[in-house]
């Protein structure tokens, strides 16, 4: 089983709709939790972290549910500039190692 | 946040050949890692990289093909060698910076290699 489980997408959705991706992990021990943007051809960079009280930045919310073993990522508003891959990250209880999921495809259509 | 730079950017490579990668950054960093992603997948991670001892690989990847440095805390080097096409990716380095919480400690990545093999 992986240690991080994401649907790839694509979503596919309007300006100004409402999108939201989940995340699974398998180890209940892990100890972080973050949402990372990719875009085409470049690295991957920090979206958010995720925290135990759920935190909002923004047109972005991100909730951690540790009883479900999942981190979800509502994005608000969805602008052209939103179109990304989301990946989703989780770290063991010893920070020694990152595992990343496969990301979720996000097209944000005109 | 640390500002990471890679070299090189991109290269096209015969195979067979050797390609050295490095990764450095402006501060000193508690861990870096490389990472491999290959055209339309996630990051696997290849090895983390050890301050002054060999570096830990992940199932999969060794030393052989994949030799790494790290000198200091601030510079690592990764090796593709004897490369094959299969090896034609984006390579990334990345790191965690120093002196952060647990609760909030997270990664930074460098630009990235892009390599190409013939």
């Known amino acids: 089983r992986k240690e991080v489980e994401q649907d790839p997408g694509p979503f596919n959705v309007p300006e100004g709709a409402t999108v939201a991706f989940n995340c699974t992990y398998s180890n209940s021990a892990s100890q972080s939790f973050f949402w990372y943007r990719q875009d085409c051809r470049k690295e991957p960079k920090l979206l958010m972290s995720?925290?135990?009280s759920g935190n909002e930045d923004g047109r972005f919310t991100a909730q951690l549910n540790r009883a479900s073993q999942y981190i979800s990522l509502l994005i608000r508003d969805s602008k052209l500039s939103d179109s990304a891959t989301y990946l989703c990250v989780v770290t063991p209880y010893n920070f020694n190692k990152f595992y990343f999921g496969s990301g979720t495809k996000l097209n944000v259509k005109p | 946040s640390a500002v990471i730079s890679q070299k090189p950017s991109r290269d096209i490579c015969q195979r067979g050949t050797s390609l050295t990668i490095q990764c450095q950054v402006d501060s000193q960093v508690t861990m870096m890692f490389w990472y491999r992603q290959q055209p339309g997948q996630s990051l696997t991670l290849i090895a983390t990289?050890?301050?002054?001892?060999?570096?830990?690989?992940e199932s999969g990847f060794v030393i052989d093909k994949f030799p790494i440095s790290r000198p200091n805390l601030t510079f690592s080097t990764l090796t593709v060698s004897n490369m094959s096409p299969e090896d034609s990716s984006i390579y990334l380095c990345?790191?965690?910076?120093?002196?952060?919480?647990?609760?909030?400690?997270?990664?930074?990545f460098g630009p990235g290699t892009r390599l190409t093999v013939l």
């Open positions: 990289a050890n301050q002054g001892s060999e570096a830990t690989y």
């Open positions: 990345s790191v965690v910076p120093s002196g952060s919480g647990l609760s909030t400690d997270t990664q930074y």
């Open positions: 995720v925290y135990s």
